[in-house]
């Protein structure tokens, strides 16, 4: 199914024909002038110690020792570990600084910020043990900050958010020793028992990246969605735009690229404020357009409506459109490129975070302290920049779409807000009108075609029945064609159709960045205890996809998701693919111990296949109704759509 082209996307095609014809390298050109290291591909490499790298390639490389006399599956099992541990080190790294600034807000030391869902702060202190009844907002935010804190320095016990899950998870996880005890302690211990002479059992090393995984999942991850809420607030269904299209002519632009709200929520505020807007009108622009990229776009869009002008692959378009005074980054997902294509416009990118600079680009240190102050600068920036605008190329195409789908918003939309509640679901998927769920998240993936295997996928699931969730640059990439709106709809299958009909929700709903894949947890979580689905997430007929990976912590997520019972699909090539051993310890080892599998597989097809099959086979083991896909159809909408095509 592989498209000739570099992506399916229009607005990126154009782009890329300009930037060909004006020899300007992107992310899509160098993939084809640098050939993937065969050693990485096909086998394996290890680094770890100074008398290699030992290489590990060729038709005896299973069978092959290093220097030390490390194998195959040790090497490969250590390198998957500390992908997997840098991957889970990112999203915790994203959840300690919203502590710090929870912490800061509630000693009224964060300028800007407040708490803006205190019934999600409160249910959070109950969560984790801290008395709310009688105390401030403030208060309480306090304790909540200083134990959320406390998570990553812990040395013993158990993460608290692993208490969320599932009762019979839990007794799986401490029966296997899964719980991580703090995030910190379990990353640590990971780049411990990987480098040279520590941990040299293969199966042993893989146990330690699922609970170093969960440090993510269950750990920072989840305190990042959960107190970004509480400070931005809890996202319910807006309506937006994506795709480069959202970049105006006439405005200034302002890209916001990276991952963390805290600067994106303040730029959303000071590009609004009236001064700015009088300033940009004086500077020659009808005004300022912020539109976001990557996660952060997921930030601002799911509680702000940001319009976002693409997915991982397409921040390097955004500036060859022209059209972009400043781009504004952060952290995770940022191209060092960005630098010297940036110098070719008139770009200004700025870096904000402490811990990331980039050569060449212009840093306006960003502190939550002084927030609104950086981003005021930032905005002023940006805006002095307009006047040395030259000509623009900007692709006019933009899709609507829906964004915004809390776990608690799905739990109002399925039951209102005094009987939220997951049963209408359950009991759709229980009679087969929906035959099962899927998140389909993750990257989009230079090696691919852009979009192509997240586009088809999520199309066939949904004409499949099984509905979707998404997150991440997957969310953007689907945005892109539509498939994030009620029209969405039309490409569904009948059963599901009739549901999203009845709720009111599309058949393919965003929840968020990628830390909020934390969210699909808590989904799936209450799926299980709803009851009729079985009692864990093992046992639900729901699979998790990221077709276009491209990060190490995308392996972190697709690893919690295994720990926590799912069966995770990756596309694009395996990074075990040189060790069978390796790929079995993974797949049918790890759903032998968790009931959940990370497997590879490059085809889009293929996917589908896999994802429907399982779904199948858990439908089966749950004795549901067997999935006949024209059962159902005859909504009320579905009878007057045949009624009015009979009268026209
Ligand atoms: S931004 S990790 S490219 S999803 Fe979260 Fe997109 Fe992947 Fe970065």
Same mark, same amino acid.
């Given at each position: 199914?592989?498209?000739? /082209?570099?992506?399916?996307?229009?607005?990126?095609?154009?782009?890329?024909?300009?930037?060909?014809?004006?020899?300007?390298?992107?992310?899509?050109?160098?993939?084809?002038?640098?050939?993937?290291?065969?050693?990485?591909?096909?086998?394996?490499?290890?680094?770890?110690?100074?008398?290699?790298?030992?290489?590990?390639?060729?038709?005896?490389?299973?069978?092959?020792?290093?220097?030390?006399?490390?194998?195959?599956?040790?090497?490969?099992?250590?390198?998957?570990?500390?992908?997997?541990?840098?991957?889970?080190?990112?999203?915790?790294?994203?959840?300690?600084?919203?502590?710090?600034?929870?912490?800061?807000?509630?000693?009224?030391?964060?300028?800007?910020?407040?708490?803006?869902?205190?019934?999600?702060?409160?249910?959070?202190?109950?969560?984790?043990?801290?008395?709310?009844?009688?105390?401030?907002?403030?208060?309480?935010?306090?304790?909540?900050?200083?134990?959320?804190?406390?998570?990553?320095?812990?040395?013993?016990?158990?993460?608290?958010?692993?208490?969320?899950?599932?009762?019979?998870? !839990?007794?799986?996880?401490?029966?296997?020793?899964?719980?991580?005890?703090?995030?910190?302690?379990?990353?640590?211990?990971?780049?411990?028992?990987?480098?040279?002479?520590?941990? /040299?059992?293969?199966?042993?090393?893989?146990?330690?990246?699922?609970?170093?995984?969960?440090?993510?999942?269950?750990?920072?991850?989840?305190?990042?969605?959960?107190?970004?809420?509480?400070?931005?607030?809890?996202?319910?269904?807006?309506?937006?735009?994506?795709?480069?299209?959202?970049?105006?002519?006439?405005?200034?632009?302002?890209?916001?690229?990276?991952?963390?709200?805290?600067?994106?929520?303040?730029?959303?505020?000071?590009? /609004?404020?009236?001064?700015?807007?009088?300033?940009?009108?004086?500077?020659?622009?009808?005004?300022?357009?912020?539109?976001?990229?990557?996660?952060?776009?997921?930030?601002?869009?799911?509680?702000?409506?940001?319009?976002?002008?693409?997915?991982?692959?397409?921040?390097?378009?955004?500036?060859?459109?022209?059209?972009?005074?400043?781009?504004?980054?952060?952290?995770?997902?940022?191209?060092?490129?960005?630098?010297?294509?940036?110098?070719?416009?008139?770009?200004?990118?700025?870096?904000?975070?402490?811990?990331?600079?980039?050569?060449?680009?212009?840093?306006?240190?960003?502190?939550?302290? !002084?927030?609104?102050?950086?981003?005021?600068?930032?905005?002023?920036?940006?805006?002095?920049?307009?006047?040395?605008?030259?000509?623009?190329?900007?692709?006019?195409?933009?899709?609507?779409?829906?964004?915004?789908?809390?776990?608690?918003?799905?739990?109002?939309?399925?039951?209102?807000?005094?009987?939220?509640?997951?049963?209408?679901?359950?009991?759709?998927?229980?009679?087969?009108?929906?035959?099962?769920?899927?998140?389909?998240?993750?990257?989009?993936?230079?090696?691919?075609? /852009?979009?192509?295997?997240?586009?088809?996928?999520?199309?066939?699931?949904?004409?499949?029945?099984?509905?979707?969730?998404?997150?991440?640059?997957?969310?953007?990439?689907?945005?892109?064609?539509?498939?994030?709106?009620?029209?969405?709809?039309?490409?569904?299958?009948?059963?599901?159709?009739?549901?999203?009909?009845?709720?009111?929700?599309?058949?393919?709903?965003?929840?968020?960045?990628?830390?909020?894949?934390?969210?699909?947890?808590?989904?799936?979580? !209450?799926?299980?205890?709803?009851?009729?689905?079985?009692?864990?997430?093992?046992?639900?007929?729901?699979?998790?996809?990221?077709?276009?990976?491209?990060?190490?912590?995308?392996?972190?997520?697709?690893?919690?998701?295994?720990?926590?019972?799912?069966?995770?699909?990756?596309?694009?090539?395996?990074?075990?693919?040189?060790?069978?051993?390796?790929?079995?310890?993974?797949?049918?080892?790890?759903?032998?111990?968790?009931?959940?599998?990370?497997?590879?597989?490059?085809?889009?097809?293929?996917?589908?296949?896999?994802?429907?099959?399982?779904?199948?086979?858990?439908?089966?083991?749950?004795?549901?109704?067997?999935?006949?896909?024209?059962?159902?159809?005859?909504?009320?909408?579905?009878?007057?759509?045949?009624?009015?095509?009979?009268?026209?």
């Amino acid at each position: 199914m592989t498209s000739k /082209q570099p992506s399916i996307d229009p607005a990126t095609l154009a782009v890329l024909a300009k930037a060909e014809a004006e020899k300007i390298p992107t992310a899509f050109t160098r993939a084809l002038d640098m050939k993937p290291c065969p050693i990485g591909r096909e086998g394996s490499c290890c680094s770890v110690c100074y008398m290699g790298p030992c290489r590990f390639v060729g038709k005896n490389a299973e069978t092959m020792t290093g220097i030390c006399g490390a194998t195959h599956a040790t090497i490969t099992a250590r390198n998957l570990a500390r992908a997997i541990a840098a991957g889970a080190s990112a999203h915790s790294d994203h959840g300690r600084d919203l502590c710090f600034a929870l912490l800061a807000i509630a000693k009224g030391e964060a300028q800007g910020y407040g708490i803006k869902d205190e019934r999600k702060l409160r249910k959070l202190a109950g969560w984790m043990g801290v008395k709310s009844d009688g105390r401030s907002k403030e208060e309480v935010a306090e304790d909540v900050a200083k134990l959320a804190l406390a998570q990553f320095g812990q040395q013993t016990g158990e993460v608290i958010c692993a208490s969320r899950a599932t009762k019979k998870r !839990q007794e799986l996880w401490r029966r296997l020793g899964l719980i991580p005890r703090g995030v910190d302690r379990e990353i640590v211990e990971t780049l411990h028992r990987t480098g040279m002479g520590t941990d /040299q059992d293969p199966e042993h090393i893989l146990t330690q990246a699922l609970r170093t995984s969960m440090t993510d999942g269950w750990g920072g991850a989840m305190l990042a969605t959960d107190i970004g809420d509480v400070i931005f607030g809890t996202p319910s269904p807006l309506q937006s735009n994506a795709n480069l299209g959202v970049l105006k002519e006439d405005e200034v632009n302002i890209v916001v690229h990276g991952h963390e709200p805290l600067l994106s929520e303040m730029i959303v505020v000071a590009a /609004q404020e009236p001064e700015a807007s009088e300033y940009a009108k004086s500077k020659g622009a009808k005004g300022i357009n912020l539109v976001g990229m990557c996660c952060t776009a997921n930030e601002i869009l799911m509680r702000h409506g940001i319009p976002s002008a693409g997915n991982f692959l397409d921040q390097e378009l955004a500036i060859i459109t022209g059209s972009v005074e400043a781009m504004v980054v952060d952290v995770q997902c940022i191209m060092e490129a960005l630098v010297s294509l940036a110098s070719r416009f008139h770009t200004k990118l700025i870096t904000t975070s402490a811990k990331a600079k980039i050569s060449g680009a212009t840093h306006i240190q960003f502190d939550e302290h !002084q927030a609104l102050t950086s981003a005021r600068l930032i905005v002023r920036t940006a805006i002095d920049n307009f006047p040395n605008r030259k000509a623009t190329d900007i692709p006019d195409i933009r899709n609507e779409m829906v964004a915004g789908f809390s776990h608690e918003y799905i739990n109002y939309a399925l039951g209102g807000t005094y009987r939220g509640s997951f049963r209408p679901l359950n009991d759709a998927i229980m009679a087969g009108r929906i035959r099962g769920a899927a998140g389909v998240v993750g990257c989009t993936n230079a090696r691919c075609v /852009q979009d192509e295997g997240h586009s088809y996928i999520v199309r066939e699931l949904i004409k499949n029945d099984v509905i979707v969730v998404q997150t991440g640059c997957g969310a953007h990439a689907n945005a892109k064609y539509g498939l994030l709106t009620p029209e969405a709809m039309d490409f569904a299958g009948p059963g599901l159709r009739e549901i999203c009909e009845a709720v009111g929700i599309p058949p393919v709903l965003h929840l968020g960045s990628c830390v909020d894949n934390t969210r699909i947890l808590t989904v799936l979580t !209450q799926m299980a205890e709803e009851g009729g689905l079985g009692e864990d997430i093992d046992d639900l007929p729901a699979v998790g996809i990221a077709p276009e990976w491209m990060h190490e912590k995308a392996l972190a997520i697709g690893a919690y998701f295994v720990a926590s019972g799912a069966y995770v699909l990756f596309g694009v090539d395996s990074p075990v693919a040189g060790s069978k051993a390796v790929e079995e310890l993974i797949s049918a080892g790890w759903e032998e111990k968790v009931g959940g599998k990370l497997e590879f597989e490059p085809d889009p097809v293929k996917i589908v296949e896999k994802a429907l099959d399982h779904i199948d086979k858990k439908r089966r083991a749950l004795k549901l109704e067997e999935y006949k896909p024209d059962r159902y159809g005859q909504s009320g909408d579905a009878r007057m759509r045949q009624v009015l095509k009979e009268r026209a």
